[in-house]
């Protein structure tokens, strides 16, 4: 009785916990093996995620481990670098991430453009479904993004000659089909996760019909974890090296920070502390390099589904993460039964959540720019790669919030009689000058001219002397002199 008043809530954080491994449990194993890394990669950064980063402060009920977002990158990785490498870059990632945190920088996060992140993630999400097609039906994908697309048509028309890759594609579409339909199943039913019921189906059906499918190669946990090496961080001075490893640090920092403020939303308990948050996903990537595993993130469907299960505490997370290493250490020869066409089924389905389809939608009706950044951002990772992708992304909306900004509307009233009163309103910075004079020029040479700058939020130097000078030469005409008012014109001048 005494323990359980020390742990008021540790019997929904139990159930919870419960939820959240039969959740996590073939997410790690799918997002693994489209990474091109063994299965068991996989479960050591969900392991990692609930008892490293799960006992640190920053995000109460927010669960880490491997993410499909950044299955593509992993790929990419593995395939340059080698698997040796791949601890080496992800432990990197975790220092930087750990330095940003001490810094205060986890709220700056907070700042980066959404439809830059829906747009990494639409991309990613692309890429995962055109890779994962090709997995679903026993070939090799093509290694760039744009190949992937351009090659499905010919890969399905090989495939409906192929007996073999017809049944192994077909028992991914049948994997896919039971996690769309699960949701329209009884509640209690429902109480076993969709993934999950949609892997042990696929399992049974393999092992009931002899189906001749790739099933997942098992080597054992300990056998599975492979530390950097020395030289594994000697390749850290190249640059496609340190693009990863940057690339690493912001997709997983943001996704992180994003997913927490997702979670605060669905609960009442202590909001996210993202400074802290960093620091723990720092940590926890940290750990999971020094093992040679996959980089983590926070995931809004673990984290989710933590919330609705109900828990109360970190202990939720922290138990899920007791409950993998459990199921790794005893049972990992169940691994081994695991059809990679059900994985593949899986991640096609993240693959295609990871596409906001209404956000993309609600963005063209409100604020087309936003969506055309959300748009080419996507459409550049497919064709460059990640990191480029993502850098062209910024680098637009940083454009547009340029452009924005500099807003200015110029109003010429004529009442007929008297000067003719231009008013300035916005932001008047270089970026418009050209605008400004170009229609102050065309006003009439012969009549005065009242220059109201009483609606500039901003006046920046550039603006500010051109307007003075072209004061100056009009007023000292013999046909026309001009008079600039403004209550806020000292202020704004002086910004």
């Avoid at 159930?15 to 990669?41: D, I, K, R």
């Avoid at 640059?239 to 997709?251: E, H, K, N, P, W």
């Avoid at 984290?303 to 199921?327: E, M, P």
């Avoid at 008297?418 to 605008?435: C, D, E, I, W």
Wanted: contains cysteine; proline residues 4%.
């Amino acid at each position: 009785m005494g323990f359980l008043m020390k742990f008021p809530h540790l019997r929904q954080d139990f159930a919870a916990s419960l939820v959240v491994f039969l959740v996590a449990l073939p997410l790690c194993v799918g997002v693994a093996v489209a990474s091109g890394v063994p299965a068991e990669l996989g479960l050591i950064t969900g392991i990692v995620g609930g008892l490293v980063t799960g006992l640190m402060r920053g995000s109460s009920l927010q669960v880490s481990g491997p993410a499909a977002g950044l299955t593509v990158l992993v790929f990419e990785a593995v395939r340059e670098f080698g698997l040796p490498a791949l601890g080496a870059l992800v432990l990197v990632a975790g220092v930087l991430q750990l330095a940003m945190g001490t810094l205060g920088l986890g709220r700056w996060f907070r700042a980066i453009s959404v439809s830059v992140v829906e747009g990494m993630l639409a991309g990613i999400g692309l890429v995962l479904i055109a890779g994962q097609m090709y997995a679903a039906t026993g070939r090799e994908a093509p290694a760039s993004g744009l190949g992937k697309l351009a090659g499905l048509p010919s890969m399905l028309i090989e495939t409906v000659g192929d007996t073999t890759a017809l049944t192994s594609l077909a028992l991914g579409a049948a994997t896919v089909s039971v996690m769309v339909l699960w949701k329209r199943t009884p509640k209690k039913v429902q109480v076993v996760p969709g993934a999950l019921a949609a892997v042990a189906l696929a399992t049974l059906a393999t092992l009931a019909l002899n189906l001749p499918v790739a099933t997942v190669e098992v080597q054992g946990l300990l056998g599975a974890i492979q530390p950097p090496g020395l030289d594994a961080f000697g390749e850290m001075v190249s640059v496609s090296a340190l693009g990863t490893v940057l690339a690493f640090t912001l997709i997983a920092s943001a996704e992180s920070l994003f997913s927490a403020a997702a979670v605060d939303r669905l609960h009442d308990g202590p909001r996210t502390q993202y400074d802290k948050e960093l620091m723990a996903q720092g940590a926890g990537n940290a750990v999971c390099g020094a093992l040679g595993a996959l980089p983590m993130t926070a995931v809004i469907v673990r984290s989710s589904a933590n919330v609705q299960a109900g828990a109360r505490t970190k202990a939720s997370r922290v138990l899920h993460g007791v409950w993998l290493l459990l199921f790794a250490a005893l049972l990992p020869s169940a691994l081994a039964l695991i059809p990679l066409p059900a994985l593949a089924g899986i991640l096609v389905h993240a693959g295609w959540k990871l596409i906001p389809l209404r956000a993309i939608r609600a963005l063209w009706r409100e604020h087309r720019g936003e969506a055309l950044i959300l748009v080419v951002t996507a459409v550049s990772i497919v064709t460059v790669n990640m990191f480029e992708g993502v850098l062209i992304g910024l680098a637009l909306s940083v454009a547009k919030t340029a452009w924005a900004a500099s807003h200015i509307e110029l109003e010429v009233v004529d009442k007929g009689a008297g000067p003719l009163q231009v008013y300035l309103s916005g932001n008047a910075t270089f970026l418009r000058l050209p605008k400004i004079l170009d229609s102050l020029e065309k006003l009439p040479q012969d009549r005065p001219i009242g220059l109201d700058l009483s609606g500039l939020h901003h006046l920046d130097h550039a603006c500010r002397t051109a307007l003075e000078n072209w004061a100056s030469r009009h007023s000292d005409s013999e046909t026309e002199s001009v008079t600039m008012t403004g209550a806020r014109m000292t202020k704004a001048m002086a910004e």
